[in-house]
């Protein structure tokens, strides 16, 4: 698959799940971006931008963090995330904040335009190898900074992924890493998992170092996600990035593989009722020299 046919394939994605992206009740998204943005040191005055931005996880906590005085700008290749995010900033009257359609892979703005650019959620999608990188650090000022979060990698080298509960991992990736399409071809964005450079924090720092950063930084932190039922947690998947995933199964097999998922999975509930998944997100920021 070209490199333009893995962009349409992702924009038709992320429009077909925008409607009900982060909208499944359960936390995720939104902890995560208001973490990134704390740990990104974003500060009041500052001018910042989301790649990637969806429906504005980290975008909203930034345009608090950088006040009236400051800017955040987002940019997200879906034109159905930009729609929401600002309906969303006109509801809550945000003059400094504002959405547009743009390929994050490649950000059209003048360099050292901003103080921070950002990405939650989002870079480890298409971000290979350090000249992936470049184009934030010619965007930023010098000592601004780099910041991106996304669900851990770590563990890709023993054939798992943090999004995936331990009790279903192996029933599931083999959908995520292994399906085809009828030409042949891997359409998983996920079938070369284990050479992404997030996959150890020694590649995240070579990357960084390699796009020509300075102060990198590497943090491994557990989110807890919270579901009442295995059905509500596959309800979660399917409004995120992992919707593509079970597009892919055929619909018998598909109901299938959701009652076993279900099943195991309710069986991890609690006495309050509640199932909690610890899901590993790595946080990384660098600094501009």
Same mark, same amino acid.
Request: glycine content about 10%; charged content about 25%.
């Given at each position: ?115 921070? /650019? ?14 992936? /990188? /470049? ?83 590497? /943090? ?70």
């Amino acid at each position: 698959m070209s490199s333009a046919e893995k962009t349409a394939e992702m924009q038709e994605l992320f429009d077909r799940a925008a409607k009900s992206y982060d909208q499944s009740g359960v936390e995720f998204f939104g902890p995560i971006g208001r973490r990134l943005v704390e740990f990104s040191g974003i500060s009041a005055g500052n001018r910042v931008l989301d790649v990637g931005a969806g429906r504005g996880a980290a975008l909203f906590p930034a345009a608090e963090a950088v006040g009236v005085r400051g800017e955040v700008t987002g940019i997200d290749i879906s034109e159905e995330m930009v729609r929401y995010a600002n309906e969303s900033i006109t509801a809550l009257g945000l003059d400094h904040v504002g959405v547009t359609t743009m390929n994050g892979q490649r950000p059209e703005f003048p360099a050292g335009r901003f103080d921070a /650019v950002i990405g939650s959620c989002s870079l480890f999608i298409w971000v290979k190898t350090a000249d992936d /990188v /470049v184009p934030y650090r010619e965007l930023l000022r010098s000592g601004g900074r780099f910041a991106t979060a996304a669900p851990s990698f770590f563990s890709t080298v023993h054939g798992k992924w943090s999004l995936f509960p331990d009790a279903v991992s192996d029933l599931l990736m083999p959908y995520m890493l292994q399906s085809l399409k009828q030409n042949g071809t891997y359409d998983s964005q996920f079938a070369e998992a284990g050479t992404n450079w997030l996959v150890s924090e020694e590649s995240i720092l070579k990357t960084l170092a390699g796009a020509g950063f300075v102060d990198c930084e590497v /943090v491994e932190e557990d989110l807890p996600v919270v579901v009442t039922s295995g059905q509500q947690w596959v309800d979660f998947t399917c409004t995120t990035g992992m919707r593509g995933m079970w597009e892919r199964i055929e619909e018998e097999e598909r109901a299938r593989v959701v009652a076993e998922v279900s099943r195991r999975l309710d069986a991890l509930r609690a006495d309050d009722g509640l199932i909690t998944v610890p899901v590993p997100i790595v946080y990384v920021r660098a600094v501009a020299p």
